[in-house]
């Protein structure tokens, strides 16, 4: 298992897969701390996730620079990152306890209510574009609920899933509460069936999505699924041009367009589309490509060479369709994983840009005729996890129920927000994540009928 760093082409380093008796040791040590874990009063988990918020913040410099050297995340954003898990970590430690308190509810018994116990031990199957966020969103619901937690993360973030249970462990976590497995994706149908495992999480593509969903399906255990997307982006011509271009250009290239709920596509109401492509056009050229280590860097290189291979073939395809090149358009020569801020336009559906997912910092802009065109572009994808409408917020509002996502935002790009349910819809996966549907998504919801 490499390490490479993606802008030098330079191995970090390389670790040991878990043989088949480590990893048996390892789901042995997790299933003996559930049953401890899950008696241990919520109080005492939510101070747990406290302290992990606090070596977070200590450690916030050195977890920003293993990011940025392992997938090539501008140093701003990595730290940044950092600063959201440990929100994440004190939102479930002051909401948890409330969230999983019993309800009472009146039927014929003399008392009844509802409970929520933990189901043991979850496994999470992890990407490399947040290599902490994406961890922590899972981490922090999951153990504040009872239950503890295996890290299967991506390989070539190896050194970041092992720096995520240092950071348990510094907090003070037992043993078993968290633990990293280090295996590789041949390997994980295996762990969903073992039976000391309860249940699954996945962020990842769809195509994972479906083995991961079939596996667990197979086992008969709950499954999360949180996958890919091709978030549209619809500007009406009443629309602030100087908000919209602004979200655009954030929502496209923050962690290098490398995100399942970037802007993908542009999908602008005709009577602006020239103005705005004119503005959209400057404000990409004035990005900064390069060194994501240093402070003024916008865009840093994609975390693999098969990105830009894959993303390559996209952007020429979608030229030879039809689509103009307005910036960018080919592969930086050097060493690194570098592929510049692209910008296509006249983009249609039947275009690579439009119809698939594109991870890296490509922006498809396509012209609508009117409000009903643009919707019906917005939903013309297999994808639903998010989708931005930029207009007057009344407006707004009554667009978000014709979108078929899993979040809407009106004036603004979509972003996870702790205290707001986060997933998506159709080949976007099904389940939620954050708030207190995501704290439920791993607990036997529990119904108590005393006579």
């Known amino acids: 298992m490499l390490s490479i760093n993606p802008a030098t082409d330079e191995v970090i380093a390389e670790y040991v897969e878990d043989s088949a008796t480590v990893l048996d040791e390892k789901l042995h040590t997790a299933a003996i701390a559930a049953p401890v874990w899950r008696t241990t009063p919520v109080a005492e988990r939510a101070r747990l996730l406290e302290r992990t918020a606090q070596v977070l913040e200590s450690r916030r410099e050195e977890l920003a620079r293993l990011m940025t050297a392992e997938m090539g995340k501008p140093i701003r954003e990595a730290r940044a990152e950092v600063d959201k898990c440990a929100w994440v970590c004190r939102y479930y430690a002051e909401h948890g306890p409330a969230f999983l308190a019993s309800e009472q509810v009146t039927t014929d018994a003399r008392q009844s209510y509802v409970r929520f116990d933990p189901l043991g031990v979850v496994l999470a199957v992890m990407p490399w574009n947040f290599p902490l966020w994406q961890v922590f969103r899972f981490a922090a619901p999951t153990l504040v609920a009872g239950n503890v937690g295996l890290l299967k993360h991506a390989s070539n973030v190896t050194g970041c899933a092992l720096a995520i249970a ?113 503005r959209l056009e400057a404000a990409i050229r004035a990005l900064r490509l390069g060194d994501p280590q240093e402070e003024g860097t916008d865009v840093g290189p994609l975390a693999r060479p098969d990105l830009v291979v894959d993303l390559q073939h996209q952007v020429a395809g979608s030229i030879r369709a039809g689509a103009r090149c307005l910036v960018g358009g080919q592969k930086l020569p050097g060493p690194g994983c570098f592929y510049p801020p692209t910008l296509l336009v006249d983009v249609v559906p039947g275009m690579s840009v439009f119809d698939e997912e594109t991870f890296g910092p490509v922006t498809a802009v396509t012209r609508a005729r009117d409000v009903e065109e643009a919707v019906e572009l917005a939903n013309a994808t297999p994808f639903g996890l998010g989708a931005s409408v930029w207009t007057s917020r009344e407006r707004g509002g009554e667009l978000a129920a014709r979108l078929d996502a ?46």
């Open 166 to 278: 240092s950071v348990f462990r510094d907090a003070g976590a037992k043993e078993g509460v968290f633990t990293t497995l280090l295996v590789g994706g041949q390997r994980v149908a295996s762990v969903i069936a073992d039976r000391r495992v309860a249940a699954v999480s996945l962020t990842g593509s769809t195509p994972a999505g479906r083995e991961v969903g079939k596996a667990a399906g197979a086992a008969l255990k709950p499954s999360l699924l949180e996958l890919g997307g091709s978030d549209p982006f619809i500007v009406l011509a009443d629309a602030c041009l100087d908000d919209a271009i602004k979200g655009a250009v954030l929502g496209r290239h923050i962690n290098g367009g490398q995100s399942c709920i970037a802007a993908k596509r542009l999908i602008i109401e005709a009577p602006i589309y020239d103005a705005f492509v004119a």
């Open 406 to 451: 899993g979040h809407v935002a009106v004036n603004g790009i979509v972003k996870s927000d702790p205290r707001l349910p986060f997933g998506g819809v159709k080949e976007s996966g099904y389940g939620r994540e954050l708030a207190r549907y995501g704290l439920l998504a791993f607990v036997n919801i529990k119904s108590v009928w005393l006579g």
